[in-house]
């Protein structure tokens, strides 16, 4: 995991020097050799933006309609279910197509066990994320600058071969009316990480239901994974991460926001 984390700094390191920007008052400027090397015109984390202004309390806050990503469960799933004895005939069907007996000692009670692993593995579908999200505590004191909750560490199975990936979430938004309880944004990742997913959809997914529960001002969402059908089969590589990202309100708008995530992502807040 270490590694893995190390080689996702050096990524985001030459993204950070990858960005330029025009000059525009706050210490910006585009001198051709990439970001300067402490953050901004030697400010560092402090010369970014740090907004605390309050909210305007006359302001209404709409609830945005559900996204279709955050549940792509398909209609009658349950209608349609199969029993658990189903469920273990079809495991013992895989075992004899792996070439194996499941009649004997060592594979008798397998096909038991893979349906009630499958009920925890992929417990994601009974979970509804926007409830996790509905409790917001409003007292504050004002507090509406970022808040991050980084490293949470998730597996998840790909649903092209159903082999599992894992690695670490990092979610960021900037507060309007208040804050969700840090364990619910962990719990969210959780539960799109307990579906058979793609790791760009489930990205996506996490900073949807965020973005339309708690119409934060921003949000930003990075997942990195290793991806076992990448290492176990086809081309056999193992040890590749890989990232990806979601940037919405200012964290998309605002490039210097990105930075700052990023920036704390990787430990600049120590």
């Known amino acids: 995991m270490k590694s893995r984390i190390a080689r996702a700094g050096d990524a985001m390191d030459a993204a950070l020097k990858s960005l ?3 000059s525009d008052g706050q210490g910006f400027h585009r001198n051709g050799q990439g970001f300067p090397p402490n953050g901004i015109d030697g400010q560092g984390l402090d010369g970014m933006r740090n907004d605390n202004r309050l909210v305007d309390e006359a302001r209404p806050v709409e609830v945005a309609p559900e996204p279709a990503s955050a549940t792509r469960v398909p209609e009658g799933i349950e209608t349609g279910r199969p029993s658990r004895a189903e469920a ?6 895989l075992l004899r197509w792996a070439g194996d007996d499941p009649a004997r000692e060592g594979l008798r009670d397998t096909p038991a066990r893979v349906t009630k692993a499958y009920e925890q593995l992929f417990g994601g579908y009974s979970v509804d994320a926007e409830q996790l999200l509905e409790r917001v505590f409003e007292e504050v004191e004002g507090y509406s600058d970022i808040v991050l909750v980084r490293d949470i560490p998730f597996h998840s199975h790909c649903e092209h071969h159903m082999v599992p990936f894992m690695g670490l979430a990092h979610i960021a938004y900037y507060p309007t009316r208040g804050v969700v309880g840090l364990s619910k ?5 959780d539960t799109f990480a307990r579906r058979l997913q793609t790791q760009e959809t489930m990205t996506a997914q996490i900073a949807d239901v965020i973005e339309s529960i708690l119409k934060p001002r921003g949000v930003a969402v ?13 081309v056999q590589k193992a040890g590749v991460s890989t990232i990806t990202s979601q ?20 430990g600049g807040a120590k």
Not at 222 to 234: K, Q, Y
Not at 247 to 266: H, I, M, N, P, Y
């Open 247 to 266: 940037f919405r309100g200012v964290f998309k708008d605002d490039a210097s926001e990105q930075v700052r995530f990023l920036t704390l992502v990787r």
């Open 88 to 93: 273990e005939a079809a495991v013992r069907t």
């Open 222 to 234: 990075m997942v990195e994974a290793e991806h076992l059908c990448m290492a176990m089969r086809g």
């Open 185 to 189: 944004l962990a719990r969210v990742v």
């Open 20 to 22: 330029s920007y025009p």
